[in-house]
């Protein structure tokens, strides 16, 4: 805990939040000299993204407010030229405490502190609204604009957010994570329908692109812990990030999976190349210079907008994790992520609506008895 107290130099707190629970466990956990009441936010708007030193500091301070719009949509990954797995987000924060050289919130974030919003009820209201897809699969992951879990022994949401799915076992939780703070959750009951998940990477492409985050072997030991409570688990390879040793150093990662890890104790994993909007490159270059495998790549447009590897360099990439996890054991369910139908068919040779180990993911969602009241 004492880790994360140390990260914010200030904490500021809306007025409309102040009795809020999550307001009053922050009131009791940090210094009371750098908590202040406040109406708004006192720092300057941006109209557009942020600078890179302003992007640094923002993650720095702390602001806790309510959120006034909605917190429930799809992921981005189902807009048109992708192949989508039917995820859907719901986000109760925006920034990450967390560095990573390649971070998409570089390209969007204009808010000066990272925003933690305090009434998760809402979101919590949200989601019952969806009560008749209760009979559905439904795949609900909050690590979307924020980290799932690196704030959780401050802001102690999993704990609601599990109880909530306890009532709901046909969907999915998700907690997508690259920190190792687990400990606060795993004696919470659950329905066995809660997730937790890493996004991971070789411990060398850590130590370069990913600051601040818990290193590969303390993730693997977080998620030992989980599963050993009965938690599902999942890794997700992603952003896989091309270097010298790039093939090496992956096979030396799924080996690890692997073999500390069982297929019955990982429903799936994904795999996913490099990608950012091309707006990211010039703020990216200014945080981290040209020292940095991410900045230095070669990228190309590609139909989403995004700049990508080649597409043959992708391919290649993804096929070499997926014949390792294969190589140990067949029953590996491995998917891509954010990839369009065309690598879908090279490297799987079938799209995963047809894949039978991946077809349940990608199966489309259809509400029972009428409208389902949603935006996305």
Not at 38 to 63: H, I, M, Q, T, W
Not at 94 to 104: A, G, H, I, K, R
Not at 134 to 159: A, C, P, Y
Not at 278 to 293: D, H
Request: aromatic share 12%; charged share 25%.
């Amino acid at each position: 805990m004492q880790d994360v107290i140390e990260k914010f130099d200030r904490i500021f707190i809306n007025e409309v939040s102040w009795e809020s629970s999550l307001a009053r466990r922050v009131r009791s956990l940090f210094p009371p000299q750098r908590i202040e009441r406040v109406r708004d936010l006192p720092l300057p708007e941006s109209a557009g993204p942020l600078s890179a030193d302003e992007f640094n500091r923002s993650k720095r301070l702390l602001y806790i407010t309510e959120f006034k719009g909605q917190f429930f949509k799809r992921c981005p990954g189902s807009r048109p030229g992708l192949a989508c797995c039917n995820y859907f987000v719901l986000n109760w924060g925006l920034q990450c405490d967390m560095n990573c050289s390649y971070c998409y919130l570089q390209s969007f974030i204009n808010t000066r502190a990272l925003t933690i919003y305090s009434n998760l009820h809402a979101a919590l209201t949200e989601l019952s609204e969806m009560a008749q897809l209760k009979n559905q699969i439904l795949r609900v992951g909050t690590g979307e604009t924020v980290d799932s879990l690196s704030l959780d022994e401050v802001t102690l949401f999993s704990h609601d957010l599990i109880a909530f799915f306890r009532d709901f076992p046909n969907w999915t939780l998700e907690f997508k994570t690259k920190s190792a703070k687990v400990d606060q959750f795993l004696n919470v009951p659950h329905a066995g329908n809660v997730i937790v998940s890493w996004s991971i990477n070789p411990q060398n492409i850590v130590d370069a692109e990913e600051h601040g985050t818990a290193s590969l072997a303390e993730r693997l030991s977080a998620a030992r812990r989980c599963a050993d409570k009965g938690f599902q688990i999942s890794f997700h390879i992603d952003p896989m990030i091309w270097h010298p040793q790039w093939e090496d150093s992956y096979t030396s990662l799924v080996d690890k999976i692997a073999t500390q890890f069982t297929p019955s104790e990982i429903p799936y994993l994904s795999v996913g190349a490099l990608r950012f909007q091309p707006e990211q490159k010039a703020i990216m270059r200014e945080r981290f210079g040209m020292n940095s495998y991410v900045t230095n790549s070669e990228t190309f447009p590609s139909s989403d907008g995004k700049l990508r590897y080649d597409a043959k360099l992708r391919h290649k990439m993804y096929q070499s994790v997926l014949e390792r996890f294969k190589h140990h054991d067949q029953q590996w369910r491995v998917f891509m992520c954010m990839e369009s139908p065309e690598t879908w068919l090279k490297t799987h040779g079938q799209s995963p609506f047809k894949n039978p180990q991946l077809s349940d993911l990608f199966r489309p969602i259809r509400p029972e008895g009428g409208e389902v009241r949603r935006t996305f």
